[in-house]
C-alpha cells in the first residue's frame, strides 16, 4: 500500500493564482480530511469528508473548497490564493471516523504565496 | 488559552536518558493522539488512547481522565527519537463531527 499520497510537494503561487493540491489514499477510508500546519500554532482542520460525495468545513475553511468524487481522492482547492495561505497542508485518513481511529498522514505540501 | 497545552516546548538530552513529555487539556474527551513528527515534516501515529496505558517498543503512553493528562515517555532514548511530538484530543461533545484538536507540539532532540 503506498498510504496516503499527496501532490506536489512543494509549491510557489502569486497572490490570485488558484491551485489544487491533490491527495489520494489507497487503503479504503471513508474518513479524509485536510489540516494546515503553521508555525506556533498547531495543526487545523480545513475540511473533511466522511465519505464519497460527503464534506463538511472545518476550524479554517475560508478560502478553500474540496469534493470527494471517489473514496480514494480528496482534493483541496485554493480559489484565489493569499500571502495568509502560506503553509504546510497536510492530508490525513482513517478508517472509523477520524478522531476514534488511527490517524493516517500524507506527505504535506508546503504552499509560499508571495 | 489553547484546549491542548504540551510542555516542555523542547527537550534537549542525552541518549539513553528516559522522556517525558506531557500533555494537559482542558476539556471533556472520549480520545487522545500521540504523533510524531519528522524531521523531514511526515507526520505518524504513535498511539491512540482513552484510558490506562499502551506501551509500543521503547514508548509509553499514560492517561489521567480525571487529571485531564497524558504522558509520553521515551526510554533509553537514541537520537533517531528525535523528532516533534503532537498531542491530539477528541473533545466531547463533539455532536458526531470528531474534529480533533492539536497541541503545538514538543520538539526533542536527543544529542549522542
Known amino acids: 500500500n503506498a498510504g496516503v499520497t499527496q501532490t506536489p510537494k512543494f509549491q510557489v503561487l502569486k497572490t490570485g493564482q488558484s491551485m489544487t493540491l491533490q491527495c489520494a489514499q489507497d487503503?479504503?477510508?471513508?474518513?479524509m480530511s485536510w489540516y494546515r500546519q503553521d508555525p506556533g500554532m498547531g495543526l487545523r482542520l480545513i475540511h473533511y469528508s466522511v465519505g464519497a460525495g460527503i464534506t463538511d468545513q472545518g476550524e479554517v475553511p475560508n478560502g478553500y473548497n474540496v469534493s470527494r468524487s471517489t473514496t480514494e481522492d480528496f482534493p483541496l482547492r485554493l480559489l484565489s490564493a493569499a500571502p495568509s495561505q502560506t503553509s504546510v497542508y497536510f492530508c490525513?485518513?482513517?478508517?472509523?471516523?477520524?478522531?476514534?481511529?488511527?490517524?493516517?498522514f500524507g506527505p504535506g505540501t508546503r504552499l509560499t504565496v508571495l | 488559552k489553547n484546549e491542548v497545552e504540551q510542555s516542555p516546548q523542547n527537550l534537549t538530552a542525552q541518549e539513553g536518558e528516559f522522556i517525558t513529555i506531557n500533555c494537559s487539556y482542558s476539556v471533556g474527551i472520549s480520545a487522545l493522539h500521540w504523533l510524531q513528527q519528522h524531521p523531514g515534516g511526515g507526520i505518524v501515529s504513535l498511539f491512540m488512547?482513552?484510558?490506562g496505558k499502551k506501551k509500543h517498543g521503547r514508548l509509553i503512553a499514560t492517561i489521567n481522565i480525571q487529571e485531564k493528562h497524558s504522558s509520553l515517555h521515551i526510554t533509553a532514548s537514541h537520537p533517531r527519537d528525535s523528532a516533534v511530538y503532537i498531542c491530539a484530543v477528541l473533545p466531547i461533545p463533539n455532536f458526531g463531527n470528531e474534529k480533533l484538536t492539536f497541541g503545538t507540539g514538543t520538539r526533542l532532540t536527543i544529542i549522542p
Open positions: 488512547l482513552s484510558s
Open positions: 490525513a485518513s482513517s478508517y472509523q471516523r477520524g478522531g476514534t481511529d488511527t490517524q493516517y
Open positions: 487503503m479504503n477510508h471513508e474518513y
